[in-house]
């Protein structure tokens, strides 16, 4: 007889280290509270990290773990995910072909003429773990895996509110030719997202105007929060976040064209035969206590003295108890992201049943007192971006 296989791979000591870590970090974004973002900036995310891949294999390697598929050739890089089997994230991150880039071959030091090369951008706090995962899948492929060391590559973000969006169907026929073997893409996951940059050490990107204003991570957070772009394993949870309901596909990081990859088997079934009730959102929080109306647009207040909830805190009704309306997710000042039962906290109509939302409804968040931090409730208002409502499959 054959034992039936466990339901889930994550062990309770992970588990406890996991909430202890969202806790610190939701105790950390309750106290930081950055100016808001300039119009035209830029901003180095030291929160990311990159892994550098090289050899006559990694083009195919690659093929065959990530969910979207590998242009070598291709002069700009692109957002992507890997999953495990069961089709929920393990990491979000940005592929770049880095081959074209002298700079790039001169750090592999013993690196062959003409062999593929990539550069992957992933959650700092998760490339030596990516790595791992990654080298369990090479078997025999001619492929070198290896994370780079801090200090000898830059990633940076540049935006100009008043620079047209890229879409997500941007491909290699009509993207911009590579400059002098730079390395980056556009940052097409969202309106408004900008550009990636990678530049080597610690210079700055070139070509920027004098208008660009650099900018702190925290301001950078915001912009993304806003526009409702979850990024990195203290957003989109690693081995529980499922791609579709962290909005994977909605920012172009899933091919469903695609052949067989690590995790495809769920992700194409609910793509074709599934309905998507959860996202994740870009929510604002407003007191609980008083006469406060519910905001009508979303707008960031660096002056808020709201104090954030914990992470993984339950969003309910104000007025009734019932079935949880969904999750927080995170956030910074009285601006953040939570995984929101469309049909209960938006007027999205998914299914024949219809929207259960309606104008006069009221959410909060309510937490009870914990070792350091004290207990507390506010409102919560979600908001669907435009261009979300454009790709709902009714």
Not at 8 to 22: A, P
Not at 113 to 137: S, T
Request: hydrophobic share 35%; aromatic share 8%.
């Amino acid at each position: 007889m054959i034992a039936a296989r466990p339901q889930c791979s994550i062990c309770v000591r992970c588990l406890f280290r996991r909430n202890l870590l969202y806790r610190s970090l939701s105790t950390a974004q309750a106290s930081f509270k950055p100016p808001p973002p300039p119009p035209t900036g830029f901003t180095k995310l030291i929160s990311r990290r990159l892994l550098s891949l090289h050899g006559r294999d990694a083009a195919h390697f690659l093929q065959g773990i990530t969910t979207t598929n590998i242009r070598p050739s291709a002069p700009h890089g692109w957002y992507s995910a890997f999953l495990n089997a069961q089709g929920r994230v393990l990491h979000d991150v940005f592929i770049y072909p880095a081959g074209h880039s002298s700079t790039f071959r001169d750090s592999l030091g013993n690196g062959e003429d003409g062999e593929q090369g990539f550069l992957i951008e992933v959650d700092k706090d998760e490339a030596d773990r990516l790595a791992r995962w990654m080298k369990r899948y090479k078997l025999r492929a001619k492929v070198g895996i290896k994370v780079c060391e801090e200090g000898q590559w830059g990633i940076w973000s540049v935006w100009d509110e008043g620079d047209k969006w890229t879409p997500h169907e941007l491909s290699s026929s009509n993207a911009p030719a590579p400059q002098d073997g730079a390395i980056g893409c556009v940052d097409a996951r969202a309106p408004g997202m900008g550009r990636r940059v990678v530049v080597a050490g610690d210079a700055k990107p070139e070509g920027l105007g004098e208008g660009h204003e650099e900018a702190g991570l925290g301001q950078y957070t915001v912009r993304r929060m806003m526009r409702g772009v979850p990024e990195g394993q203290g957003e989109i949870l690693r081995e529980t976040a499922l791609p579709q309901e962290s909005c994977v596909d909605y920012m172009g990081g899933i091919d469903f064209r695609k052949g067989c990859y690590v995790g495809q088997e769920l992700t194409i079934r609910t793509h074709h035969t599934g309905v998507v009730r959860k996202r994740i959102l870009p929510v604002q929080l407003y007191a609980a206590a008083g006469d406060v109306k519910p905001p009508e647009t979303l707008r960031y207040d660096a002056e808020s003295g709201l104090v954030l909830p914990p992470q993984g805190t339950n969003i309910s009704r104000a007025d009734t108890k019932g079935r949880s309306a969904g999750k927080w997710v995170g956030g910074v000042g009285n601006i953040g992201l939570a995984l929101c039962r469309l049909e209960v906290m938006t007027d999205m109509v998914l299914t024949g049943e219809g929207s259960q939302w309606g104008p006069e409804h009221e959410f909060k968040l309510s937490w009870d007192a914990e070792k350091g931090r004290e207990g507390g409730q506010v409102k919560i208002k979600a908001f669907v971006p435009g261009w979300h409502r454009n790709k709902v499959n009714v």
